[in-house]
Structures are given as structure tokens and as C-alpha cells.
């Protein structure tokens, strides 16, 4: 049974959106798809706040319709607005909208402008249904396709080497998790026989596990959680996020930073259930979060590109959600994740701001931008607080949530790593703001200018997500987003506890002063400090040799084992196709010698031949009237005299 | 017709068709040919009428089939003179041996 | 009468040489014009000779039809032609040789033929006269298809004639 609503509407939009821009953007609307996009976007938006809302006040959607049968099994396409959707939801309609807005200004002149808004509006219609989505198989359709959106914007600018090789990077990478996502599913699928969320949270929660054994629901987990590893570039996958900042900066905000990488949480916490069913598999998460975290974070201390800087941010914020999610906390988790989307986003978009106004990447170029970009500097410096933790703003009550998860369920270790991972994230956003916004403009060739309105306006919207989403999940409300979660899927929750956040506090003010202090005060020392640690230094430097390791263990070996299939093929298969081809080409030069020489001969001799009678013959053809005229005489006389027997 | 034997006109006619005949067959001249042409037909003529003259057959057939004969003739060097105008018009020649079109 | 019969066969004698001399003017002359000429004459030799056969009428066709209107029209395309006839020009082709004894042949043995030949003549055919009239009567009842045939090649050679003769480029 359809039962078309408004809510339907809300992927649907964009997606029309993103037809009309491919098919006739670059001829018609040109600098106008923008504004085709921007509308169905805030349209999508109006259609779904006040769902979101009437969710946040008790609701609960679900519509779906039969879209495939097989035998007697049928396949449900529909939505499914919960708690944990809906303030995904609400998340990604705001984000989306004003990245959009942004990038309209962004991207002004560009000669590929509507080609570009149309594989964001692809992008936001595919997130839109990924979020929305009630079964696995819908899930994983919006989930390849944003991994195209992201390959085809992350080579926007293919026609720099660098970035068709990102692109290609993170698609290939991504798609490693992918195939395990895919796997886990289809397992999933053969031990409780649904792809539906609401069924399967049903069945887990009456305790059937289906026919098969429990450590198969737990390789099935498993291999779902790969795809989080790849989509949320967890360790060790995290590798193609850092190259995937060669795509335009508004699309490393919306797809790099606030929502795509985003996904992979969001299935984690999509199939709470399913890890809460086989709790063996959690430490295996919280293990590659907290690694990721810690190690993202270390690498982030030496980076000099900024938008690499925040890429790594990006991993190990990453991190620490899965980290959470890993120790049953689900509110956590998914807190800091709305939270981190706003404050990311904007720093992001500040970074692009910066890029745009000055043309470099590079911080060791910038400096004292802060007068110069005034609602850039501003903007970025509130949501770096936001991101390293300092109170009020909103990354200090997730931040918080997360380490209160640690220190209350008993993950000791974890939690002093998390909170190292709290500090260093202090000082590494601190050393980006500090190099950047203040001393002295270090390149004289560097022309800073602030951005137009288009582009400050989002940033400053986005303040506002930065500083107040945090208090709807704070002591201050009583936890009421985690409480708001809990709802929907049951999980634990702890009270507040002084200790963790002084620890917190005292994390993100000493990061933050650090960095001051190095940067702003003693500037030497950082050389001296990256001398005496020099092996430190440059393992945080070539970001752990990863990239390095991966070539070499993995690309390489498969590249030697491609050259040695190769060979095979040259040496037997081609050679004995070669041989094959020889021996038809001998019996080809018998017969053609057969030919040439023997029925060609015969008919070449026929040709001479009646060439040579010809000759003899055509003499005969004088065309001289007269000449036959006595030749027919002659004959005639030939013939009176044969007739009257005179001879 | 007493007067002269049959034979010796008809060695006449001979005689007369074998002169037609040699111009037919030498002069490069067109319009020569058509003369001797006519040349042989008065032969064959000459020939009809003498037969008719002397054979039981009814004796106006041999001169009814002379005038079909001039005839015939005269149609003959109609189109062959309407052929020579034609053919000096557009290659400028009216000798016949020039006129090889039909070689090998 | 015997002189008159003789008068009359030394005329037909001479009447026949003259034309066998005027014929081997036809064929011999250099000059076309000439040659026409002697044709006129022998034409005109011959209607003598069908005179002395008693065929009147078809000795008056002869004048009217050859010497009339087939001369006059050989002679206008003799003018037409004229300055290739000229005195270099030569007359003959390369076959005259071939020609003459391939004519020798035949006429040595046709000669023969006709003079082995023993030709009946019917004594009543001799003496009968052949009248206009009756040669219309043949020709409107006896042959008159033949007749009709004849008309009808003679439309189809005046047309093209015509049309061969004509100018190509109508404009």
C-alpha cells in the first residue's frame, strides 16, 4: 500500500534537482543551478523540520511499499523517522542547506558551476535517503551512491593529476569497506531473514537470534562495521579522507566532514542492536575508534596543510564517536556527531573562506589573517573552542558525554587515551588558529580579503548550530537528547561526573595554552621541540608511514603479483595463442602460394590467352564500313562459287 | 524485245551492278557510296523490267516492283544524305574511312 | 524495217555502252560534282533503255523520281560538302585492289552462269503492252499492302530525316 506523503518529498527534491542541473544546467541555467539547488534544499528543509520536530515531541513515522518480490518474499522500500533519524535528519537539512549557500558563492566562475551543483544535490538526496531509509538495501543504495558523489566531487578538479588520484584513492578504499558492509548484510539477511531496521530490532529484542548461531550474527557485525572502517575512515582505512581534500572545500564540508563520513557512525548506531546483541564484538570497535582517534589526532599536531589539518581532525572526532558507540553509548556516539557536524562544517567552510581570500593552503604561508578576515577569524576561532572542548559550546557537552561513557563503564585505559587524544585535539586546532589568524602576514606575495556575504552568512548560521546544540544533551537539560534516544533503542546512561569534566576542562585550556605559548609567545620552540623528538616528530609528520606500508605491502605485492599474472599470460596463453596464430599463418602461406601460383596461374593463362587470340582477332574490327562491306562480298562470293560447284 | 537477247542485257545489268559495286567499295566519299549505290540499284532494275518483259508472269510485276524499287531509293538517299549532314556537322568529315568509331 | 529494227538495236547498243561509260564516270571521277553528273546522264540512259523495253511509265518515274528530285538532292549535299572535294583530296580507300578482283570474280562467274543459262521467253508476254492503268490496278488491288508498306517507310524516312538532319541545340 503507497501512501505518498511529505515525506517522500524530501530525498525527492534534491534528486529532481539533480536531474534538471545535469540535463540542462550547463546549457540553460548555468550560474542559475545554484539557486535550483539552494531552493530544493531549504524546500527539503521546510518539508522536514517540523517532522523532525513532532519527532523530538514523542512522534514516530513509518511508511513503506512493496518494491520487489521474489517468490513469497517481499521487499519493503519506505521511511522510517525515529529519534536517532530524526535528528540525523534535522542535522543534514540545516548543514546541507547552508554549505549549499555557501558553495554558490564558493564556486562562483567556475566553468563546470551547474555540473558541480548537481552532484551535490545528488549527494544531498542520496544522504537524505540514507538517513531516512527503513531496511539495509535502501541503506546501501544511498550508501554507493554517495560514494560516487564523493569520487566524482572529490575529482572535480580532474584535470589535476592529484586529484584524479584521490578520487580514485578514496573510491577503492572506501569500496574495501563497502563489500564487508555488503557481506554483513547478507548474512544478516540469512540468519533473521529481513533487511527492515524495525524487524530486526524487533526480533533481536525477543532474543531470536534466527536459525543460525550467535557467533554468525557476530561476523555479521562485523562485517558491517567494516563499512563504518571505510565510510567514517576509521584505522586503517582512514587513508583516502586526508587525499580527499583535493575536491572543493564545500564539498569536504558536506561530504568530508559533516554527513557522508558521517554515514559510517550512523550505521554503527542504525545497528545498535545487532552489537548489542553479540556484545563480543564492541571492544573490537571501541578498539579501532580509540586507535584512530589517538593516531589521527597525532598526526594532526605537525600537518601544515589546513585543510589537511582538519581532515584529521575530522578522523579522529570520527574516533572518538565509534569509540563511544564501542562502549554502548549510543547517546554519546551520536551526540557528538550532530554536534561535530555543525562546528566541522564551519570550520571547514572558514578554511575555504581563508583559501578563497588568499589563495594558499599552506598555513606556514598565512598569518595575521585575523584583521584582515574579520567574520572568518571569528567564526573559526568559535568553532575551534567547539572543537576542543571548551565550555559552554557544544564539543565540550558531547566531548564531555563521551569521556563521562569511558570513565563510568570502566574503560580506564580508554579513557586517559581519549582524553591525551582531548588535549592534543586543543593543541593542534590552537597551533591552526594561531599560525593562521594572528602574528605577521609571513608571505609577503599572500593578498588576504574577506570573503562576500554569500559566504560569511552560512558561516555564522552555522555558529549558532556550534554554540547551542549542545545544550539540548547537557547536564543543563537533563540529557534529555540522550533520554530522547533511549526511547527508541535502550542503552546505558551515566550521571554527570565533576572529575571528568575538570579533567576535560583542564584538557582543552592546557592544549589550548600550549599552543599559545609556542606559537604565539616562543615561537623557536616548536624547531627545538620537533628536534629533540625528531623520531616523534616524523612519525606524526609521514602520518605513521601508512600510506608508505600500504604501498608497499599491499600495492606493491599486488602489483608484483599482477606483473607475474601478466607474464603468464604474455609467455603461455599468448604464447600459445601466438603459436596457434603462426601455424594458421604457415598453412595461410601454403595456401596462398596454392593460390597464387596454381588457380591464380590457370586463370592468369586463360586471361593471357585470350588476350593473345584477341590481338590476332580485333584486327578483323578496323571500324572502317567499306572493309566489312567487302569482307561480306567476299564471303558472298565465296559462297556463289561453292553453291554453283565451280571449284 | 526480239531485237537483243536477254543475255546480253543481262550481262549489261552485270556489268553496271559490278561498277556500282567497286565505287561502294572504294570511294571514301559518302556521298560517292550513295551514288554508286543507286548505281546498283538501277541494275537490279534494269533486271525486274527485262524479266518482266519476256516471263509468263503478268507484266506489270516487274514494273510495279521497280517503282517500289526508286522508292526505296530515294529513301535510302534521303536518310543517308540527312546522315552526312549530320555526321560533317559534328566531326567535320564525310569520308568513310575517318569515321572509326566502332574499332578495337 | 529492217533498218528501223536495225537502227533501233545499234541505238539500244549504244544506249547501253553509253551508260556503262558514264557509270565507270560515276565511280572513277575525282570531282564529286562531276560524278553526280554522270550519274544524271546515266540515269537518264537508263529511262532510254526502259523506253526500249516499252515500260513508258516507268521510264517517266525514272526522270521524275531520280533525275528529278534524288539528283537535285545529292547535288545539294555535294554543295554542302563541296570544299572536301578538293583536287589533293584523295578519292579512293587502300582497297581498291582486293575490290577489283574480288568484282572480276563475280562478274566472270555470274557472266558465265547467265550465259549457261537457257532463258525461256514467252512469245505473248513480248507482245504485250503494258498500260498505266494496269499498272494502277496492280498496285491498288494486287500489292496494294506493299504499296501501303512503302507509304509508311516513306513517312518514317521523311521524319527522320528530319530529325537527323536537324540542328542539336533547339535554342
Known amino acids: 500500500m503507497v501512501t505518498a506523503d511529505r515525506i517522500f518529498l524530501i530525498p525527492l527534491l534534491p534528486f529532481a534537482a539533480f536531474v534538471v542541473n545535469i540535463l540542462f544546467g550547463a546549457r540553460f541555467l548555468k550560474h542559475r543551478a545554484a539557486w535550483l539547488s539552494i531552493l530544493t534544499s531549504i524546500a527539503a528543509c521546510v518539508i522536514a523540520l517540523p517532522v523532525c520536530f513532532e519527532v523530538f515531541g514523542g512522534a514516530r513515522f513509518a511508511n513503506d511499499f512493496a518494491w520487489l518480490r521474489i517468490n513469497d518474499g517481499v521487499l519493503r522500500f519506505g521511511y522510517l523517522v525515529d529519534p536517532l533519524s530524526a535528528s540525523l535528519l534535522f542535522m543534514v537539512v540545516i548543514v546541507g542547506t547552508l554549505i549549499q549557500i555557501y558553495a554558490s558563492g564558493y564556486m562562483q566562475g567556475d566553468p563546470r558551476y551547474s555540473r558541480f551543483f548537481a552532484y551535490v544535490s545528488l549527494f544531498m538526496s542520496a544522504m537524505l535517503t540514507l538517513v531516512i531509509s527503513n531496511n539495509f538495501i535502501l541503506f546501501f543504495m544511498a550508501w554507493e551512491i554517495m560514494g560516487l558523489c564523493s569520487y566524482l566531487l572529490i575529482g572535480f578538479y580532474f584535470q589535476k593529476?592529484?586529484?584524479?588520484?584521490?578520487?580514485?584513492?578514496?573510491?577503492?578504499?572506501?569500496?574495501?569497506?563497502?563489500?564487508?558492509?555488503?557481506?554483513?548484510?547478507?548474512?544478516?539477511?540469512?540468519?533473521?531473514?529481513?533487511?527492515?531496521?524495525?524487524?530486526?530490532?524487533?526480533?533481536?529484542?525477543?532474543?531470536?537470534?534466527?536459525?543460525?548461531?550467535?557467533?554468525?550474527?557476530?561476523t555479521s557485525a562485523i562485517f558491517i562495521f567494516c563499512g563504518t572502517i571505510g565510510k567514517s575512515a576509521q584505522f586503517p582505512l582512514h587513508v583516502w579522507l586526508p587525499d580527499a581534500m583535493e575536491g572543493p572545500t564545500p564539498v569536504s564540508a558536506l561530504i568530508h566532514a559533516a554527513t557522508m563520513v558521517a554515514a559510517g557512525v550512523f550505521l554503527v548506531a542504525r545497528s545498535f542492536t545487532i552489537f548489542m546483541a553479540v556484545p563480543e564484538t564492541m571492544p573490537v570497535v571501541t578498539t579501532i575508534g580509540c586507535i584512530t582517534a589517538f593516531m589521527a589526532a597525532f598526526i594532526a599536531l605537525t600537518q601544515t596543510d589546513i585543510k589537511r589539518i582538519l581532515a584529521y581532525s575530522t578522523i579522529s572526532q570520527l574516533g572518538y564517536m565509534v569509540t563511544a558507540l564501542g562502549m554502548q553509548g549510543l547517546g554519546a556516539g551520536t551526540f557528538h556527531l550532530i554536534t561535530h557536524a555543525f562546528f566541522k562544517a564551519l570550520l571547514f567552510l572558514g578554511a575555504g573562506s581563508v583559501i578563497h581570500g588568499t589563495h594558499v593552503q599552506d598555513i606556514r604561508q598565512m598569518g595575521g589573517l585575523f584583521k584582515k578576515m574579520p567574520h572568518t577569524a571569528v567564526t573559526f576561532i568559535i568553532a575551534s573552542l567547539a572543537l576542543a572542548g571548551v565550555p559552554p559550546l557544544s564539543g565540550f557537552w558531547s566531548k564531555d558525554e563521551i569521556l563521562l561513557t569511558a570513565f563510568a563503564s570502566g574503560h580506564t585505559l580508554v579513557f586517559w587515551i581519549l582524553l591525551l587524544t582531548a588535549f592534543m585535539t586543543a593543541f593542534y586546532m590552537f597551533r591552526l588558529v594561531f599560525i593562521t589568524f594572528f602574528g605577521k602576514a609571513r608571505d609577503p606575495h599572500v593578498h588576504a580579503h574577506e570573503s562576500p556575504a554569500v559566504m560569511t552568512l552560512p558561516l555564522w548560521g552555522l555558529v549558532l548550530g556550534a554554540v547551542l546544540l549542545g545544550i539540548p544533551g547537557s547536564p543543563l537539560m537533563h540529557h534529555w537528547f540522550q533520554q530522547f534516544l533511549a526511547h527508541a533503542i535502550h542503552h546505558p546512561e551515566y550521571h554527570p561526573s565533576a572529575f571528568v569534566m575538570t579533567c576535560s576542562v583542564i584538557a582543552a585550556v592546557g592544549g589550548i595554552t600550549l599552543a599559545g605559548i609556542i606559537y604565539m609567545k616562543n615561537t623557536h620552540w616548536a624547531e627545538s621541540i620537533a628536534k629533540r623528538f625528531r623520531p616523534l616528530y616524523r612519525l606524526s609528520f609521514n602520518k605513521f608511514y601508512l600510506d608508505e606500508i600500504y604501498s608497499k605491502f599491499i600495492i606493491r605485492p599486488f602489483t608484483a603479483l599482477g606483473e607475474v599474472l601478466y607474464r603468464f599470460d604474455a609467455k603461455v596463453i599468448d604464447g600459445s595463442v601466438n603459436g596457434v596464430g603462426?601455424?594458421?599463418?604457415?598453412?595461410?602461406?601454403v595456401k596462398n602460394w596454392i593460390d597464387k601460383y596454381i588457380v591464380d596461374g590457370l586463370v592468369n593463362f586463360m586471361g593471357t590467352l585470350?588476350?593473345?587470340?584477341?590481338?590476332?582477332?580485333?584486327?578483323?574490327?578496323?571500324?572502317?564500313?567499306?572493309?566489312?562491306?567487302?569482307?561480306?562480298?567476299?564471303?558472298?562470293?565465296?559462297?556463289?562459287?561453292?553453291?554453283?560447284?565451280?571449284? | 524485245m526480239t531485237l537483243i537477247p536477254v543475255e546480253h542485257v543481262l550481262i549489261f545489268s552485270l556489268l553496271l551492278f559490278a561498277i556500282g559495286l567497286y565505287g561502294t567499295l572504294t570511294r571514301r566519299n559518302i556521298i560517292g557510296i550513295l551514288i554508286s549505290i543507286e548505281l546498283m540499284l538501277n541494275a537490279a532494275n534494269i533486271n525486274l523490267v527485262v524479266f518482266a518483259k519476256t516471263t509468263s508472269l503478268s507484266p506489270e510485276t516487274g514494273q510495279v516492283f521497280a517503282v517500289f524499287v526508286i522508292a526505296i531509293a530515294a529513301v535510302t538517299v534521303a536518310v543517308g544524305l540527312a546522315i552526312v549532314l549530320a555526321l560533317y556537322r559534328s566531326r567535320k568529315t564525310i569520308f568513310a574511312d575517318e569515321v572509326h568509331l566502332l574499332k578495337w | 524495217m529492217e533498218i528501223l529494227t536495225l537502227a533501233a538495236k545499234i541505238g539500244a547498243y549504244a544506249l547501253m555502252t553509253g551508260v556503262l561509260l558514264f557509270a565507270l564516270g560515276v565511280v572513277a571521277l575525282r570531282n564529286l560534282f562531276h560524278s553526280a553528273l554522270c550519274l544524271a546522264a546515266a540515269l537518264i540512259g537508263i529511262a532510254g533503255l526502259y523506253l526500249f523495253f516499252r515500260a513508258d511509265f516507268l521510264a517517266a518515274v525514272q526522270i521524275l523520281l531520280y533525275v528529278g528530285a534524288v539528283m537535285t538532292v545529292i547535288i545539294f549535299a555535294i554543295m554542302l560538302t563541296e570544299h572536301l572535294s578538293g583536287k589533293t583530296t584523295i578519292q579512293h580507300n587502300r582497297q581498291s585492289l582486293p575490290a577489283f578482283l574480288g568484282i572480276a570474280a563475280l562478274v566472270t562467274v555470274i557472266a558465265k552462269v547467265i550465259l549457261q543459262t537457257p532463258w525461256p521467253v514467252t512469245q505473248k508476254a513480248l507482245g504485250a503492252h503494258t498500260s498505266v492503268e494496269g499498272i494502277g490496278t496492280a498496285l491498288m488491288t494486287v500489292y496494294v499492302f506493299p504499296f501501303e508498306v512503302i507509304s509508311v517507310v516513306l513517312i518514317a524516312a521523311l521524319i527522320g530525316a528530319v530529325i537527323i538532319a536537324k540542328r542539336e541545340n533547339p535554342s
Open chain 1, 161 to 218: 593529476e592529484s586529484a584524479a588520484k584521490a578520487c580514485f584513492k578514496a573510491f577503492l578504499t572506501t569500496r574495501l569497506g563497502d563489500v564487508g558492509f555488503l557481506i554483513g548484510v547478507l548474512m544478516l539477511f540469512l540468519a533473521l531473514g529481513t533487511f527492515d531496521f524495525s524487524e530486526i530490532n524487533r526480533a533481536l529484542a525477543l532474543g531470536d537470534h534466527g536459525a543460525l548461531p550467535l557467533s554468525f550474527l557476530a
Open chain 1, 582 to 589: 603462426a601455424g594458421a599463418m604457415w598453412l595461410g602461406a
Open chain 1, 610 to 647: 585470350t588476350c593473345f587470340l584477341n590481338s590476332i582477332v580485333k584486327r578483323l574490327q578496323t571500324g572502317f564500313v567499306q572493309n566489312y562491306l567487302l569482307i561480306a562480298f567476299l564471303g558472298f562470293l565465296a559462297f556463289i562459287i561453292w553453291e554453283l560447284k565451280l571449284v
